[in-house]
T-cell receptor
Framework: AQKVTQAQTEISVVEKEDVTLDCVYETRDTTYYLFWYKQPPSGELVFLIRRNSFDEQNEISGRYSWNFQKSTSSFNFTITASQVVDSAVYFCALSEVNTGNQFYFGTGTSLTVIP | EAQVTQNPRYLITVTGKKLTVTCSQNMNHEYMSWYRQDPGLGLRQIYYSMNVEVTDKGDVPEGYKVSRKEKRNFPLILESPSPNQTSLYFC??????????????FGPGTRLTVL
């Protein structure tokens, strides 16, 4: 079974629209970390956020915001007023502390922002 | 400059010819990891290492070997490569924070083709 599910394979939005990328995870560990990474067309992986399982506060960083809900095992990522530079593949990932910090990545969501 | 380096960046080889992809980090990170990225499958962890002389299997370890003799280096060895190991490989490192990890820093990737 997939530990991290990103059901949206591809999304296209018009510039300035808001877009939410979904991430659902599965774990029995009580202590875990969730991450989002961005992979632009150039191919490198860029860290966006790290959130631990005990901190359910939403986080905002400029146009980016994250909504963590343990009740639904979701860690969704919203880009407000999208820009062409946001076009990339976005990965959600899970690390389980008590099982040795093995990492599980989702299959990614490819976001295209149309000018 | 803090970084993770991988060599080579591109490699074309033939079935059965042993190869090593090197990975080195200059951030004194305890944790290092190898991933492969394939279309539609996201990143999958091959092996990871919590510290020197400690390695663990990830989700897809078959056909790969690793070693961690020094903190900064974590080479990936393919003893007898096969075409199904054609992929984009990423090395990553992160700092240990007690039991947890900081964000992972990724290398630039190695594009491997096995004919």
């Amino acid at each position: 079974a997939q530990k991290v599910t990103q059901a949206q394979t591809e999304i296209s939005v018009v510039e300035k629209e808001d877009v939410t990328l979904d991430c659902v995870y599965e774990t029995r560990d009580t202590t875990y970390y969730l991450f989002w990474y961005k992979q632009p067309p150039s191919g490198e992986l860029v860290f966006l956020i790290r959130r631990n399982s005990f901190d359910e506060q939403n986080e905002i960083s400029g146009r980016y915001s994250w909504n963590f809900q343990k009740s639904t095992s979701s860690f969704n990522f919203t880009i407000t007023a999208s820009q062409v530079v946001d076009s990339a593949v976005y990965f959600c990932a899970l690390s389980e502390v008590n099982t040795g910090n093995q990492f599980y990545f989702g299959t990614g969501t490819s976001l295209t922002v149309i000018p | 400059e803090a970084q993770v380096t991988q060599n080579p960046r591109y490699l074309i080889t033939v079935t059965g010819k042993k190869l090593t992809v090197t990975c080195s980090q200059n951030m004194n990170h305890e944790y290092m990891s190898w991933y492969r990225q394939d279309p539609g499958l996201g990143l999958r962890q091959i092996y990871y290492s919590m510290n020197v002389e400690v390695t663990d299997k990830g989700d897809v370890p078959e056909g790969y070997k690793v070693s961690r003799k020094e903190k900064r280096n974590f080479p990936l060895i393919l003893e007898s490569p096969s075409p199904n190991q054609t992929s984009l490989y990423f090395c990553a490192s992160s700092l240990s924070l007690g039991l947890a990890l900081s964000e992972q820093f990724f290398g630039p990737g190695t594009r491997l083709t096995v004919l």
